[in-house]
């Protein structure tokens, strides 16, 4: 089979940087109180619904940006405003050291952060202190390398069992996916994509790049990685969520690497919200730039530095789920994954091959700060896309196993309603093969999204845990449960994940204290019962 790895390499040489690029703060948001009178001016209903549900209240960062500020930096001499952020109430800005300095001047600028740390002045005793970084800057690639017939595409939807969910008519269905991206040329067009268009699927979109709403353009990269989520020829390719809706968001320029980008982004993630979209994934990745001066560095990879990293935790606190690429670079000089792959709440994905090993090109952890990185994996060697033509090719790259792992997570969400953003998480990362031991190449490992429904399923409500006291947990063998003085205990029994029975015992004391020695590890669940109440909660076998 043909295998496709396109690879985008910026040399740096010789290039001139007359214009820097800088974030100006506001220092308030004089809109702020009526929006909170009258909420539905700012987000749909259907966002309001999501924070409802999930228990999220609204917050200063959910107030509109004051425009008026940013009517007033356009117009200063020099200043061009690339991209406005409300969560983090700034703008993106480009222009002369100077020009951009100048706008201190104005009382509603709170502090200016330079792309380039060594621009950033904090002033001592009235003197300007420069802060100086090193900067250790790597070459950055773009990030590419119901019983339904799946064709050549079974592969990557059985390895994470996402065919049963779809057995289950858990499709998608009801969730909304947004794609951020380099472009979706010939998705309105080839065979493909329209029955998502059929089907109403396609909700709109945004080019954050050109300003304009035609994201039919640019790059083809968005086009694949949309094919892998929603794309479907009977018989040939079957997208892990083929019923979930999308809105297409063109986030990241090729023509060139800026901190920009990430700007884009985030301010793609705003609108997601504002639109009440459930998912976020982004087959996109940052590390170093053509100004080598803006390039992140591995000691920045530590979940909330970057700007898009802070933009993809404030996305996750408006009760979104964020799925990232973990990056192409695992055989490079600088192996470790970029942002926002590293972010504190981003679901990062690395790849692996069609039998489920490791592929070499995929970015790997820990973050800087020593958390598993990448979270999951799944399959983005040799993976089963659409080119905008409409032909069905393979290609490579986590920029596939991304979005494959995305819409499997629009089914597991529609499966299960109820959950919160971070509980459906949870679920995914334990129901994955190496959740007890995790590890820098392949995180927590590939997931069952079955056995997370199962579990799930099993409702275990951990709030009952805080009555009780489980310990050692993980364990190794044994382990003991004590609860309080005035409960007595009758029974209790052990389950695995598939909600089998593995182990009970008729008559407890309290505290009781049990061994798992003859158990595999894994994640297992007890419930103990008494006359009037039943406990329940999980403990892990190492």
């Not at 200016?112 to 002033?123: G, K, Q, S, V, Y």
């Not at 590939?446 to 845990?465: G, R, T």
Request: net charge negative; charged share 15%; hydrophobic share 40%.
């Amino acid at each position: 089979m043909k295998k496709i790895l396109l690879v985008f390499t910026l040399l740096t040489c010789g290039f001139v940087f007359s214009q820097e690029d800088a974030w100006v703060y506001f220092n308030s948001k004089p809109g702020a109180a009526s929006f909170f009178a009258n909420p539905i001016s700012e987000l749909s209903q259907r966002a309001l619904d999501r924070r409802t549900n999930q228990g999220i209240s609204l917050d200063f960062t959910d107030a509109p940006i004051e425009q008026t500020y940013i009517d007033a930096l356009t117009v200063a001499t020099g200043i061009e405003v690339k991209a406005k952020s409300k969560w983090l109430n700034c703008v993106h800005v480009r222009g002369s050291v100077a020009d951009i300095n100048a706008l201190h001047a104005y009382t509603f600028v709170s502090q200016i952060i330079f792309a380039d740390p060594a621009l950033n002045t904090f002033m001592q005793n009235n003197q300007p202190i420069l802060n100086k970084k090193t900067i250790q800057p790597v070459h950055k690639k773009m990030d590419i390398q119901t019983n339904f017939s799946y064709g050549n595409s079974f592969n990557q939807i059985q390895m994470l069992n996402g065919n049963l969910l779809h057995q289950q008519n858990y499709t998608g269905a009801g969730k909304i996916i947004a794609v951020m991206d380099a472009g979706f040329p010939g998705v309105d067009v080839a065979t493909p994509y329209q029955r998502l268009f059929n089907n109403n699927l396609i909700l709109g979109g945004y080019n954050f790049v050109d300003k304009t709403a035609n994201v039919y353009t640019l790059n083809s990269h968005g086009s694949m990685v949309l094919s892998c989520m929603g794309g479907y020829v009977d018989g040939q390719l079957v997208g892990t969520a083929p019923d979930a809706s999308y809105y297409l968001f063109i986030t990241e320029d090729v023509a060139s690497e800026n901190p920009v980008e990430e700007s884009n982004w985030v301010e793609a993630a705003e609108e997601a919200d504002r639109l009440g979209v459930d998912i976020i994934t982004t087959s996109l990745g940052y590390f170093a730039y053509d100004n080598p001066a803006y390039s992140h560095s591995y000691a920045d990879m530590t979940g909330d530095k970057a700007f898009i990293s802070k933009g993809a935790n404030l996305a996750f606190s408006k009760g979104m789920v964020c799925v990232a690429s973990a990056g192409n670079e695992g055989s490079n000089t600088e192996p470790h994954i970029g942002v926002p792959a590293e972010a504190l709440h981003e679901l990062a994905v690395g790849a692996v091959q069609a039998d489920r090993s490791y592929a070499t090109f995929s970015s790997i952890g820990p973050s800087f700060d020593g958390r598993v990185k990448p979270d999951v994996m799944a399959q983005g060697q040799a993976s089963v896309v659409s080119n905008p033509s409409g032909n069905l090719i393979t290609a490579s790259g986590t920029s596939f196993s991304g979005p494959i792992m995305a819409g499997m997570v629009a089914c597991l969400w529609q499966a299960l309603p109820t959950l919160s953003n971070q509980q459906v998480v949870n679920f995914i990362k334990e129901s994955a093969d190496r959740f007890t031991n995790p590890d820098f190449l392949f995180g927590y490992g590939i997931p069952d999204f079955q056995l997370a429904l199962n579990m799930a399923n099993l409702n275990v409500k951990e709030s009952l845990l805080e009555e009780s006291l489980v310990y050692p947990n993980p364990t190794n063998d044994k382990v003991t449960i004590l609860f309080p003085s005035t409960i007595n205990l009758e029974s209790l029994k052990v389950y695995n994940t598939l909600g089998q029975k593995v182990k009970e015992i008729d008559s407890c004391n309290n505290p009781i204290t049990f061994s798992l020695a003859d158990l595999e590890s894994g994640i297992y669940y007890y419930e103990i019962m008494n006359v009037t109440k039943k406990f329940t909660g999980k403990i892990i076998k190492k």
